[in-house]
């Protein structure tokens, strides 16, 4: 089957939190948008659902995108659709947290396989398509922690710093051929697991924020949204920071 939709986008981790809320913003009547999840299924199916109530054409599959087989799988099903990628958002991340002398090495080494080596893997094998059209957007999401460090989170922190280093080097690879390669670094976002702090936790990181608020999943998604159109089409090594000016 091939998929005649003008445009495709892949997200990675799509299927709840930041990761929905980007698949949504880009799903649109000319956008079909591939996502992959890693063990929920039924969110997986209620991003698709809100997909199509939004008016676009949403697939899911499941893949752990640390594993390069799986990856493969992932876009070969996706190959099965379509004919070409647009856009890719390496979104899909885990965070494994610790002080470093209690840090296990499993813990550090999961976190880094999926939010830096999913990154190259996903790229790796969407850019063939990309090099091939003359065209695409990589979109990568860091994190503020990448560019402050956090106590408690050295991998996670080292893994969306390198995802920094990584979207410059790819944009300077690529830019020749009219591909950008740019990141979005989160600052303090209402996810689920924010949720889970305490309210009065939640409030007093909300007072050192300069906004005086937490962010929205939506506030990421729209930067990603600018960053994947023509509107950012000379726009690329970049990190745009969506953090209410906790970080400046």
Not at 68 to 79: L, R, Y
Not at 113 to 137: D, E, H, I, P
Not at 175 to 200: C, H, Q
Request: hydrophobic fraction near 40%; charge should be positive; proline fraction near 2%.
């Amino acid at each position: 089957m091939t998929n005649k939709i003008k445009r495709t986008a892949v997200v990675t981790g799509g299927s709840r939190g930041i990761g929905r809320a980007i698949s949504l913003e880009l799903a649109d009547a000319d956008t079909s948008v591939y996502f992959n999840y890693l063990s929920n299924k039924a969110e997986a199916d209620k991003t698709i659902e809100l997909i199509r109530e939004a008016g676009g054409c949403g697939y899911a599959f499941k893949a752990d995108i640390s594993v390069f087989e799986e990856v493969k799988i992932f876009f070969d099903k996706i190959f099965q659709h379509t004919e070409k990628i647009d856009v890719l958002v390496n979104n899909a991340g885990i965070s494994k947290d610790g002080i470093i002398p209690l840090l296990k090495e499993d813990d550090w080494d999961k976190t880094i396989n999926t939010n830096l080596k999913g990154a190259f893997l996903c790229s790796k094998l969407a850019v063939k398509k990309m090099l091939r059209q003359k065209y695409g957007r990589i979109i990568n999401i860091s994190s503020v922690v990448g560019f402050t460090g956090n106590p408690g989170q050295a991998a996670y922190s080292a893994s969306k710093a390198g995802i920094i280093a990584f979207t410059k080097s790819a944009a300077q690879e690529f830019a020749s051929r009219n591909i950008t390669v740019n990141a979005v670094a989160p600052g303090f976002i209402d996810t689920d697991m924010t949720k889970m702090l305490p309210e009065k936790v939640q409030k007093e990181i909300a007072a050192k924020i300069p906004l005086g608020k937490i962010g929205e999943n939506k506030n990421v998604a729209d930067a990603v949204k600018f960053l994947s159109s023509e509107k950012a089409s000379y726009i690329t090594g970049q990190t745009i920071h969506v953090n209410g000016g906790m970080y400046m």
